[in-house]
Nanobody, 115 residues
Framework: QVQLVESGGGLVQPGGSLRLSCTAS????????IGWFRQAPGKGREGVSC??????NTYYSDSVKGRFTISRDNNTVYLQMNSLKPEDTAVYYC??????????WGQGTQVTVSS
């Protein structure tokens, strides 16, 4: 069965850190670009970060630049999130894209930043 599974979400205080993982099963991520997206309550889904299949190129949205780091290792992609803020609260999703129309989404993991 082909699927992506996110993990690592949870409740953290402002200023804290979390590391999200996105693991593929049933296929290899080697040739896929991977993106992390998030959706806060009442808002649309927004792109947070992405990494090329080679791992050489990365992108970060302005809202997370300097705080989040994306990386990949074997069949897992990570999102290290530091200096978390309440506005980072959202459901975080990973997406694996081979080409337009050939992509997979995970089920999402909840991140809540609150004191």
């Amino acid at each position: 069965q082909v699927q992506l599974v996110e993990s690592g979400g949870g409740l953290v205080q402002p200023g804290g850190s979390l590391r999200l993982s996105c693991t593929a099963s049933g296929f290899t991520l080697d040739y896929y670009a991977i993106g992390w997206f998030r959706q806060a309550p009442g808002k649309g889904r927004e792109g947070v970060s992405c990494i090329a299949s080679s791992g050489d190129n990365t992108y970060y949205s302005d809202s997370v630049k300097g705080r989040f780091t994306i990386s990949r290792d074997n069949n897992t992609v990570y999102l290290q999130m530091n200096s978390l803020k309440p506005e980072d609260t959202a459901v975080y999703y990973c997406n694996a894209r081979l080409f337009p129309g050939r992509d997979y989404w995970g089920q999402g993991t909840q991140v809540t930043v609150s004191s």
